[in-house]
C-alpha cells in the first residue's frame, strides 16, 4: 500500500468489493486496475459503480476529457449515474428537485436563495447528483398541490426520514404511527422523505390528508441511514421545519408552538438550527466528575462544547439549509469542515452537535421528548415527576436540572404501547377536561413555558 496514495487504496478496494459478485465481471479486474492507475484516479473512480455496464461506463469516463482534476479525500460516493432503479415504482417520473434543475436565483425569494446556495455545495461534486433528486409519490399529488405554494415551498411541517420493505414492515407501522399522532394533534402537515426501494404501502393518502410523501435514492452501504436526516431538511422544501424519527408520537396540540418558536429563534443574524437538550451530558470537561448521566464523546479535532449535548431532532428555518449542506457535503466527501475530521464521525446526532459547536451555535431547546410512551400515564396526566431533582443536570449548563415539555415521546418501540398512548390521549382529547400541565422543572409543574421562564429567568435552553 505504500506505494499508492490513499484514494487509489480506497478505490482498489471499492473496485474490488463491486466486482466479488460476478465470475463475469472478475474478468474485468485487470483491466479496470490498469484504468485506476494509467489513465487517471478521478476517471477511473467514476467507474466504481457496481452497476450493469461497467465497461462501457469505464471506456466512457476514460475519454471525457472534461473531468475534473483529482480531489484530495476519497469520497464516499462514486458515480453519477442515474437509474430509477433503486426507486419504488409509485415516484413520479420527474424529480421535483434536482442538481439539472438549478438556475440562478438572482431577484429570487430569500429562502429560494438559500436553497440555492445550499443546493450548489453539494451539486458542485457530480458524483451527489443522483443524490440530490427527490420524487413526489404519485399518490399524493392532492395533497403535494394543497400544501405547497406555486413556489414548490411550504410554509411550515413536520419532516421525517424513512424506509420500509414493504406493507406491515415493522418501521412502516412506527412511521403510520408518528403521521396519525401528527394527524390527531398538529395543525400543520407532515412529510415523509423515503430512502427505501418500497413505497411505503401503509402511508395512505385516503387516511392521511396532511402527509406528502416523497421518495430518493438511498445511500450505499457504509454509511449510517441516520445520515439521510439532513437530506430530508433539504428535500422537504419547508420553510420551518422539525425533524421527527419515525419512533416518535406527538403528545397533543401544544407540541405545535415549536414551529412558530423556531421561526422566532432561527433567522437571518443567527441562522444554526437548534436541537433539544440531550439527558446526557458528553462534555469532555465533565469526565471524572462521577455524573451518572456522563458519556464522553471525542474526535479529531473536536471544538470546545458551547452548548450542552442535543438530540438529533433539529429545527430549523430556510435560513438554515447552507449549514446543512457545508456539514453533509464534508462527511460525503469524507474531507475536514473547519479542521473536523467528518469521515471519523458515524452518526448523524454526533456531525450535528460538533458542528454547531464548531461554528459558535449557542441557542438549544429544553428536552421536549420523553423516552417511551409510559409517561403519558405514569408523568405527564397525574402531573408526577418523571424523576429525582435535579432532572438529568450536569454543573456547567444546567445544575438545577433540564426543563422538559411533553411534546413527543421517543424510542418507543412496542407498537401496543404507542397505541395504548395514542387511545388514551384521544380519550381525553375528546372530553371538556382541561388539558395537563405540559410544562416541568425542579419538581414542579407549568400551564406555559412563559410561567416556567418567569420562576427561572437564567435558563440555558428555551421552548
Same mark, same amino acid.
Given at each position: 500500500?505504500?506505494?499508492?496514495?490513499?484514494?487509489?487504496?480506497? +478505490?482498489?478496494?471499492?473496485?474490488?468489493?463491486?466486482?466479488?459478485?460476478?465470475?463475469?465481471?472478475? *474478468?474485468?479486474?485487470?483491466?479496470?486496475?490498469?484504468?485506476?492507475?494509467?489513465? &487517471?484516479?478521478?476517471?477511473?473512480?467514476?467507474?466504481?459503480?457496481?452497476?450493469?455496464?461497467?465497461?462501457?461506463?469505464?471506456? /466512457?469516463?476514460?475519454?471525457?476529457?472534461?473531468?475534473?482534476?483529482?480531489?484530495?479525500?476519497?469520497?464516499?460516493?462514486?458515480?453519477?449515474?442515474?437509474? %430509477?432503479?433503486?426507486?419504488?415504482?409509485? *415516484?413520479?417520473?420527474?424529480?421535483?428537485?434536482?442538481?439539472?434543475?438549478?438556475?440562478?436565483?438572482?431577484?429570487?425569494?430569500?429562502?429560494?436563495?438559500?436553497?440555492?446556495?445550499?443546493?450548489?455545495?453539494?451539486?458542485?461534486?457530480? *458524483?451527489?447528483?443522483?443524490?440530490?433528486?427527490?420524487?413526489?409519490?404519485?399518490?399524493?399529488?392532492?395533497?403535494?398541490?394543497?400544501?405547497?405554494?406555486?413556489?414548490?415551498?411550504?410554509?411550515? /411541517?413536520?419532516?421525517?426520514?424513512?424506509?420500509?420493505?414493504?406493507?406491515?414492515?415493522?418501521?412502516?407501522?412506527?412511521?403510520?404511527?408518528?403521521?396519525?399522532?401528527?394527524?390527531?394533534? =398538529?395543525?400543520?402537515?407532515?412529510?415523509?422523505?423515503?430512502?427505501?426501494?418500497?413505497? +411505503?404501502?401503509?402511508?395512505?393518502?385516503? %387516511?392521511?390528508?396532511?402527509? +406528502?410523501?416523497?421518495?430518493? %435514492?438511498?445511500?450505499?452501504?457504509?454509511?449510517?441511514?441516520?445520515?439521510?436526516?439532513?437530506?430530508?431538511?433539504?428535500?422537504? $422544501?419547508?420553510?420551518?421545519?422539525? =425533524?421527527?424519527?419515525?419512533?416518535?408520537?406527538?403528545? &397533543?396540540?401544544?407540541?405545535?408552538?415549536?414551529?412558530?418558536?423556531?421561526?422566532?429563534?432561527?433567522?437571518?443574524?443567527?441562522?444554526?438550527?437548534?436541537?433539544?437538550? $440531550?439527558?446526557?451530558?458528553?462534555?469532555?470537561?465533565?469526565?471524572?466528575?462521577?455524573?451518572?448521566?456522563?458519556?464522553?464523546? #471525542?474526535? /479529531?479535532?473536536?471544538?470546545?462544547?458551547?452548548?450542552?449535548?442535543?438530540?438529533?431532532?433539529?429545527?430549523?428555518?430556510?435560513?438554515?439549509?447552507?449549514?446543512?449542506?457545508?456539514?453533509?457535503?464534508?462527511?460525503? /466527501?469524507?474531507?475536514? #469542515?473547519?479542521?473536523?475530521?467528518?469521515?471519523? +464521525?458515524?452518526?448523524?446526532?454526533?456531525?450535528?452537535?460538533? *458542528?454547531?459547536?464548531? #461554528?459558535?451555535?449557542?441557542?438549544?431547546?429544553?428536552?421536549?421528548?420523553?423516552?417511551?410512551?409510559?409517561?403519558?400515564? #405514569?408523568?405527564? !396526566?397525574?402531573? $408526577?415527576?418523571?424523576?429525582?431533582?435535579?432532572?438529568?443536570?450536569?454543573?456547567?449548563?444546567?445544575?438545577?436540572?433540564?426543563?422538559?415539555? !411533553?411534546?413527543?415521546?421517543?424510542?418507543?418501540?412496542?407498537?401496543?404501547?404507542?397505541?395504548?398512548?395514542?387511545?388514551?390521549?384521544? %380519550?381525553?382529547?375528546?372530553?371538556?377536561?382541561?388539558?395537563?400541565?405540559?410544562?416541568?422543572?425542579?419538581?414542579?409543574?407549568?400551564?406555559? !413555558?412563559?410561567?416556567?421562564?418567569?420562576?427561572?429567568?437564567?435558563?440555558?435552553?428555551?421552548?
Amino acid at each position: 500500500q505504500a506505494l499508492f496514495d490513499a484514494c487509489q487504496v480506497c +478505490i482498489v478496494r471499492k473496485l474490488t468489493k463491486s466486482l466479488s459478485n460476478s465470475a463475469q465481471s472478475m *474478468a474485468l479486474l485487470p483491466s479496470m486496475l490498469q484504468l485506476a492507475f494509467f489513465l &487517471g484516479l478521478f476517471r477511473a473512480r467514476s467507474a466504481v459503480l457496481g452497476s450493469k455496464s461497467t465497461a462501457g461506463a469505464l471506456l /466512457a469516463t476514460a475519454e471525457d476529457e472534461t473531468a475534473p482534476e483529482p480531489v484530495a479525500s476519497c469520497s464516499f460516493l462514486q458515480t453519477t449515474v442515474l437509474s %430509477r432503479d433503486s426507486l419504488p415504482t409509485s *415516484a413520479q417520473s420527474q424529480p421535483l428537485l434536482g442538481c439539472h434543475s438549478l438556475t440562478d436565483s438572482g431577484n429570487k425569494s430569500s429562502w429560494e436563495q438559500t436553497y440555492h446556495a445550499a443546493a450548489k455545495l453539494l451539486c458542485a461534486n457530480k *458524483a451527489n447528483w443522483p443524490y440530490m433528486e427527490v420524487f413526489l409519490d404519485s399518490r399524493f399529488v392532492q395533497q403535494y398541490s394543497n400544501f405547497y405554494g406555486p413556489d414548490g415551498w411550504m410554509d411550515r /411541517a413536520w419532516v421525517n426520514y424513512a424506509k420500509a420493505d414493504g406493507r406491515g414492515d415493522y418501521w412502516a407501522l412506527l412511521t403510520e404511527r408518528l403521521v396519525d399522532s401528527i394527524h390527531r394533534h =398538529s395543525a400543520y402537515p407532515i412529510v415523509v422523505v423515503n430512502f427505501g426501494e418500497v413505497g +411505503i404501502p401503509d402511508l395512505e393518502p385516503e %387516511r392521511f390528508p396532511r402527509l +406528502i410523501l416523497l421518495h430518493a %435514492r438511498g445511500f450505499p452501504k457504509g454509511m449510517s441511514f441516520n445520515f439521510n436526516k439532513l437530506r430530508a431538511v433539504l428535500f422537504s $422544501h419547508v420553510k420551518t421545519g422539525a =425533524s421527527l424519527d419515525s419512533d416518535m408520537m406527538m403528545v &397533543g396540540r401544544h407540541a405545535d408552538q415549536l414551529l412558530q418558536r423556531t421561526e422566532e429563534e432561527v433567522t437571518e443574524s443567527y441562522p444554526w438550527p437548534m436541537m433539544p437538550t $440531550h439527558f446526557l451530558t458528553r462534555d469532555p470537561r465533565e469526565s471524572g466528575k462521577g455524573l451518572g448521566n456522563h458519556f464522553l464523546y #471525542e474526535c /479529531a479535532g473536536c471544538p470546545t462544547p458551547t452548548m450542552r449535548w442535543g438530540q438529533a431532532q433539529p429545527s430549523w428555518t430556510f435560513w438554515s439549509l447552507p449549514f446543512f449542506a457545508r456539514w453533509w457535503g464534508a462527511k460525503l /466527501a469524507g474531507r475536514q #469542515e473547519q479542521g473536523v475530521n467528518t469521515l471519523e +464521525i458515524g452518526e448523524d446526532e454526533d456531525l450535528l452537535n460538533v *458542528a454547531l459547536w464548531r #461554528e459558535g451555535a449557542t441557542k438549544a431547546w429544553c428536552m421536549y421528548q420523553m423516552g417511551g410512551v409510559g409517561f403519558v400515564w #405514569e408523568n405527564y !396526566f397525574p402531573e $408526577h415527576a418523571p424523576g429525582p431533582s435535579p432532572f438529568y443536570g450536569d454543573p456547567r449548563f444546567f445544575p438545577h436540572g433540564v426543563p422538559l415539555g !411533553f411534546f413527543f415521546s421517543h424510542a418507543e418501540k412496542e407498537l401496543g404501547k404507542v397505541d395504548q398512548a395514542l387511545e388514551m390521549l384521544e %380519550r381525553h382529547r375528546n372530553t371538556t377536561a382541561s388539558p395537563p400541565k405540559a410544562f416541568f422543572h425542579m419538581m414542579k409543574f407549568y400551564d406555559t !413555558f412563559a410561567q416556567l421562564k418567569a420562576d427561572h429567568p437564567d435558563l440555558k435552553c428555551t421552548l
